[in-house]
């Protein structure tokens, strides 16, 4: 494994030398219909151009610099343009409202801001008399009034020297703030992480001591949104490895399509993606029954058998490693081709994964390994890798990073990728760093050194009754259904459980035909849907104890959605806003109680 030295540079200096010690292509993106490659040598050249148009506007080291954009090539060269420049780079959700933008770009003081498009723009417009630190607009597409073009700023930093660019590149130090990201957050205001130098070099070095990467033939696609530090940690790892940085071509139901056209070595994403692709991996085959879907199960099966050997470090005898050669023949071939023809290993985290599914996919023999971190802890804390792995957990720490469990079951964790807290708010720092270790607010417990996360303490539901439930493991096992897209579990101070459960979009023409609804019927209301339903909620309730278990639910009419502010951009719950906009709904299901 060949990559750039990390152990003592700033990300200033990993990205201007990667750019100089690697050949091949850094960034591969869409143009229409066709696809654009960047090499590490043009990296270098548009970064310095950024950077130094940066410079000429006026940005200072230590200056806030926005980016309010999708997921695309521009972001990345305005994140390292504005690194190399000395500035703090502040991501912004491209979802978030007016208003949401303004909290974060007031809060951060931020003095310049990249924007999509016309429509970002037009965000920042509506508020800008209440940011009064922000001075500059640099747009990524078109020429809106009042925003600069990015061809405008590189040609405004023409006059800005190597030497002045090198000082600026150069003057920061590894525990210098690089960036600040504020969490997604599914309760209360965004916090401002304080991200330094030091804990982006640190994860980068950590995860390189566990997953190989070959420069100029390893392919990271990207679709997740870069103001997610999972995704932007990808992006410097990409950089920093010599692979090629991969973006989507920002239409959600393309994905699939992208990961197998693309055809990348590494799919880092959230499990809803996986979900997804486990839904179109077996759907057909549950529609077609009888002999086609036996056919299909024996083969997963053979797969899980040769992976359960695998793990307990024996192999497939004569007759097993025949099955197998004919269970791949006939249909783990065609399962591994959902993405693309060279995937080495997919990584999934920001949520709960349903463990069924990624045995699923061990089967067919690509490998989804869960891992596990937060904003606080620079992404990464913990990771399965292909060699050690135990499905059900989120692996052991990374090397560095050590992780205890508190009395009350809480995750703690310490190590060089811990974040410096949170900007402008020192009691809310104080509440999570406490002594040397970051209290993760979520619960787990410790397996032979593997960490299995149980839940959320804010989440816990306490049934009146007394008994501590956590929702998140029940709530992935009704989402395992083909027909369900999202489930809340319900249920604190009552005597049982409830779920509100929205359907998959998706599926909806193969539901209404599965339960004999008419086209343009109410599917929400229809008897035959909601058969359906209850199926896979007793298919779900049959892994948990009595008290855990669902007893009434109600289908929404609708999916939940960023749009009503229900779902985070790395489409998590926002358990406490459903709670609130749909209480009629819960409460409703305990009517005559």
């Known amino acids: 494994m060949a990559t750039t030295d990390t152990g003592s540079k700033t990300l200033a200096e990993q990205v201007l030398s990667a ?55 521009e972001w990345t060269l305005a994140d390292f343009g504005a690194i190399c420049a000395g500035a703090i780079v502040v991501p912004v959700y491209q979802t978030n409202s007016p208003e949401e933008c303004q909290y974060v770009l007031e809060h951060a003081g931020v003095k310049a801001i990249f924007c999509e498009d016309a429509g970002q723009v037009a965000k920042v417009d509506e508020i800008r008399a209440d940011v009064p630190e922000l001075e500059h607009v640099v747009c990524f597409e078109g020429r809106p009034d009042g925003a600069m073009t990015l061809d405008g700023l590189r040609e405004l930093g023409a006059d800005t020297t190597d030497d002045e660019l090198a000082e600026r590149a150069g003057a920061a130090s590894l525990d210098d703030v690089a960036t600040i990201v504020y969490t997604s957050g599914t309760t209360g205001p965004p916090k401002g992480c304080m991200i330094t130098h030091a804990n982006i070099r640190a994860v980068i070095d ?3 001591q566990q997953l190989d990467f070959a420069p100029g033939e390893d392919v990271l696609y990207l679709f997740l949104p870069l103001a997610h530090g999972l995704a932007r940690a990808v992006q410097i790892l ?16 393309r994905i699939i399509d992208d990961v197998a056209e693309i055809n990348p070595t590494h799919l880092p994403s959230v499990p809803r993606i996986f979900e997804k692709i486990y839904t179109a991996a077996t759907s057909k085959v549950a529609a077609a029954g009888g002999v086609k879907a036996k056919l299909f199960w024996w083969a997963i099966g053979v797969g899980l058998e040769v992976r359960r050997r695998e793990r307990r470090g024996g192999h497939p005898g004569l007759a097993l490693k025949a099955q197998l050669a004919l269970a791949d023949k006939l249909v783990l071939h065609k399962i591994r081709a959902l993405f693309g023809n060279r995937v080495k290993l997919a990584i999934t985290g920001a949520a709960p994964i349903e463990e069924d599914i990624v045995a699923f996919f061990h089967a067919a023999g690509v490998w989804v390994l869960e891992g596990y971190g937060m904003t606080e802890t620079t992404v990464a804390a913990t990771l399965n890798t292909i060699d050690e792995n135990r499905p059900g957990t989120v692996g052991r720490p990374l090397p560095g990073c050590d992780v205890q469990i508190a009395e009350d079951g809480e995750v703690l964790m310490r190590g060089p990728n811990i974040f410096l807290g949170y900007y402008r708010d020192e009691a809310g720092t104080r509440e999570v760093l406490r002594d040397g270790w970051l209290a993760s607010g979520d619960l787990g417990e410790l397996e032979d050194g593997f960490l299995r996360i149980t839940g959320r303490k ?12 956590s929702p998140s493991n ?15 579990v319900y249920g604190d101070r009552r005597q049982y459980l409830t779920a509100l459960v929205t359907l998959d979009p998706d599926e909806a023409a193969a539901l209404a035909e599965q339960a004999g609804a008419e086209a343009g019927a109410a599917l929400h209301e229809h008897p035959g849907v909601r058969a359906e339903i209850q199926s896979a909620i007793d298919e779900a309730n049959r892994r948990f104890a009595r008290i855990e278990q669902i007893k009434k639910f109600t289908i929404l009419e609708r999916d939940l959605s960023q749009e009503h502010e229900e779902l985070t951009p790395t489409l998590k719950v926002k358990r406490n806003v459903v709670y609130a906009r749909h209480s009629d709904v819960f409460d409703g299901m305990y009517d005559g109680d």
Do not use: C, H
Request: net charge positive.
């Open 19 to 73: 750019a100089s010690s690697f050949r091949g292509t850094a960034l591969r993106y869409p143009d229409g219909d066709a696809w654009r490659e960047l090499s590490f040598a043009d990296l270098g050249v548009q970064v310095r151009a950024i950077a130094k148009g940066l410079i000429a506007l006026g940005i200072e080291p230590g200056d806030r610099v926005a980016i309010l954009s999708n997921t695309r090539a």
């Open 206 to 208: 950590m995860v390189e």
């Open 238 to 253: 990409g950089v920093a490895s010599g692979s090629t940085v991969a973006y989507w071509r920002r239409d959600p139901k």
């Open 458 to 469: 804010k989440d816990l539901i306490i049934t009146s009754s007394g008994k501590n439930i």
């Open 474 to 488: 029940i709530e992935s096992a009704i989402k395992q259904s083909r027909w369900i897209s999202q489930a809340v």
